[in-house]
């Protein structure tokens, strides 16, 4: 899990980064830099599960929202035939825009729900065995 998290908390942070040429910057930076400093955190066995979870049921609600949207998910998929996302870093088409959006939120859903899945097992395991200290 300490390898995970170092991964995902430098390339959720390089994220942030690149999110200053964004249309809306501001609400990206934050996202990608909440989910990468709780990986940080992670990766130093320090587990916040409630922040976890508050990430996974606001990236979700956002990430539904960019999946019905007029110019969400489903319009690219639908109206536009899927078409390729990467084709430039520049995205003159809305609904690309906000389909590489849900496909981040998509990313950190799933990178929080891991950590609060193994933080919850950790816990439940420490609890179980405490070390000797605890039991002095």
Known sequence: ???????????????AALQYND?????????????????????????????????IIVYGIYAVYL????MGVLTW???????????SMQAEKPWIEETREFFGLIILISVLSVNWIYCRRYLKK???????????
């Open 126 to 136: 420490e609890r179980l065995n405490p070390t000797v200290q605890e039991l002095l």
């Open 77 to 87: 998929a639908n109206e536009h035939g899927a078409e390729n996302i990467a084709q």
């Open 67 to 70: 999946f019905f949207d007029e």
């Open 1 to 15: 899990m300490k390898i995970f998290n170092i991964i995902f908390s430098v390339l959720l942070l390089l994220s």
């Open 23 to 55: 249309p809306d910057p501001y609400i990206w930076m934050t996202i990608y830099l909440y989910g990468g400093v709780l990986c940080f955190l992670a990766s130093k066995k320090r587990f916040f599960p409630k922040a976890y979870l508050a990430g």
